[in-house]
T-cell receptor, first 113, second 116 residues
Framework: DQQVKQNSPSLSVQEGRISILNCDYTNSMFDYFLWYKKYPAEGPTFLIS?????DKNEDGRFTVFLNKSAKHLSLHIVPSQPGDSAVYFCAASAREYGNKLVFGAGTILRVKS | GAGVSQTPSNKVTEKGKYVELRCDPISGHTALYWYRQSLGQGPEFLIYFQGTGAADDSGLPNDRFFAVRPEGSVSTLKIQRTERGDSAVYLCASSPRTSGATGELFFGEGSRLTVL
């Protein structure tokens, strides 16, 4: 039972264009959402997060949008850079479950120069 | 170093053997997590410590898996009678936040376990 789903295994984008990574969740108890970025042979690193009381959070080139009614969130990267090429994981947590994160399977982003 | 440190980075063992994986969290972080990542999947929760005690071990797949954190800092994940299906990258993460709070986790680079 996958509670967090990233349906696109990979995405290829031209440098300078927008990258949009999508994530869907099924558990309505989730109240905090995070995106992690992972390079090969490294651990995941935190990128950006959003609380369920918001619908948008922006940090430089990265913006996360949350649509609670659709149980959907997305990560926008504008403009995309070759160094953004990595695996991106969506994760969710619920206060009732402590700080335990539930991860999606990840999306491989390739930014072509 | 300032980050989460995991050893060994790579471990190859034979089916049926016992392995230990070590995690040294960021100094002062009270919460420590173990995750397992299989090929093509996201990290999967195993166990969470708040201080010395296991606050949630619901992710441990069976009783061959056990983890300790005796002094509230370093943690060891122990796997008995390893099976080929245990092959994965085992990730450790720590967090400065107390139980029940949300926040980011800081991950180590992982220990890649291969069971032949």
């Amino acid at each position: 039972d996958q509670q967090v789903k990233q349906n696109s295994p990979s995405l290829s984008v031209q440098e300078g264009r927008i990258s949009i990574l999508n994530c869907d969740y099924t558990n309505s108890m989730f109240d905090y959402f995070l995106w992690y970025k992972k390079y090969p042979a490294e651990g995941p690193t935190f990128l950006i997060s959003i609380s369920s009381i918001k619908d948008k959070n922006e940090d430089g080139r990265f913006t996360v949008f949350l649509n609670k009614s659709a149980k959907h969130l997305s990560l926008h990267i504008v403009p995309s850079q070759p160094g953004d090429s990595a695996v991106y994981f969506c994760a969710a947590s619920a206060r009732e479950y402590g700080n335990k994160l539930v991860f999606g399977a990840g999306t491989i982003l390739r930014v072509k120069s | 170093g300032a980050g989460v440190s995991q050893t060994p980075s790579n471990k190859v063992t034979e089916k049926g053997k016992y392995v230990e994986l070590r995690c040294d969290p960021i100094s002062g972080h009270t919460a420590l997590y173990w995750y397992r990542q299989s090929l093509g999947q996201g990290p999967e929760f195993l166990i969470y410590f708040q201080g010395t005690g296991a606050a949630d071990d619901s992710g441990l797949p069976n009783d061959r898996f056990f983890a300790v954190r005796p002094e509230g800092s370093v943690s060891t994940l122990k796997i008995q009678r390893t099976e080929r299906g245990d092959s994965a990258v085992y990730l450790c993460a720590s967090s400065p936040r107390t139980s029940g709070a949300t926040g980011e986790l800081f991950f180590g680079e992982g220990s890649r376990l291969t069971v032949l």
